[in-house]
């Protein structure tokens, strides 16, 4: 089955493409291909892999079936969502400028603060949830936009569509970070999008043992700069990473409707509670993107994100208090997470107009029986 063949539905796709039978062997999972060098028949005569960093087979079938999964003809894997990131930024001309939304990951600030923009690439902060706005007031020299939805950590939602056409009117890029919503909540290239990444550490491979990067796109020369980049700069994930991946992207649809339904659960939960000031998941019909969201995702994710009465000391109490929840970083796998982004993963954005309100508390909601996570977040705010 080809990346191109789309009359399969998504968790077909996400089984078969680039995942046929070997022919050699039968095995209906793919070889895990460990080899670093390819024999050629002749000089320059191979059969289609030179060299582990160019192209390994293990990483050829989840770069296929992830180009399938975002509707488009191009994938591309990498050792880590941040060096998925590194590359398209790459693609910046001398001088050219970024627009950054202004909630958006830790990593992603930092790397477009503290490593693109001292090399010449100016960037600027911009709620991209009012794209009228963007285009009243668009920055001189911007060549990419640089979009979440939903945002990480505070769950806003990005009209894709609307902020594409403001991009492509203005001759820059849309990138989006899909991390949150997966290709099987959100399809950002049929709206519009140039590029979309993923950190493959999370939903994608869904179980909190692999590092990983994503990207995808249906323009062909932008495939091909990008190709070069991977393979000129090396970031490249190993084949058992790939292998873990494509393990992981198999049952990605059945996690996301579990996901999605412990996360309404959760998010109505709170919403009650009175040690709890706001909550923020684009499910809930208050939620300001609500009609957005509802318009351009299938369901509305397995992130919430609450603000918790009495700032930073009271919601570090909640963050320590929980069972099931781990306190940790990360987010997407099938085990329950939560964090404090000001403090934690955000922590790089401190004082910037990126900085997180210091109450807020990230969840990672998982696959668990609901009311059990229900409960752990009743019994840890109890008191607060």
Known sequence: MSASDHRDGFETRAIHVGQAPDPTTGAVVPPLTLSTTFAQRAVGEHQGYEYGRSGNPTRAALEACVASLEGVRHGLAFASGLAASDAVLRLLGPGEGVVLGDDAYGGTFRLIDKVVGPTGHPWVPRDLRHADRLAADWPEGTRLVWAETPTNP????????????????????????????????????????????????????????????LLATGDAGLAERVRFLQNAAGAVPSPFDCYLVLRGVKTLAVRMDRHCANARAVAEAL???????????????????HDVAARQMRDFGGMVSF????????????AERTRLFTLAESLGAVESLIEHPALMTHASAAGSPLAVDAGLIRLSVGIETAWDLVEDLREALNGV
Request: glycine share 12%; charged share 15%.
């Open 154 to 213: 505070a769950l806003s939602v990005v009209d894709i569509a609307a902020v594409a056409e403001v991009a492509h009117a203005h001759g820059a890029l849309l990138v989006v970070d899909n991390t949150f919503a997966t290709p099987y909540l959100q399809q950002p290239l049929a709206l519009g999008a140039d590029v979309v990444v993923h950190s493959s550490t999370k939903y994608v491979g869904g179980h909190s043992d692999v590092v990983g990067g």
């Open 271 to 289: 919403a009650g509670h009175p040690a709890v000031e706001r909550v923020m998941w684009p499910g809930l019909a208050d939620h300001p993107g």
């Open 307 to 318: 603000v918790v009465r009495g700032g930073e000391q009271a919601a570090l109490k909640v």
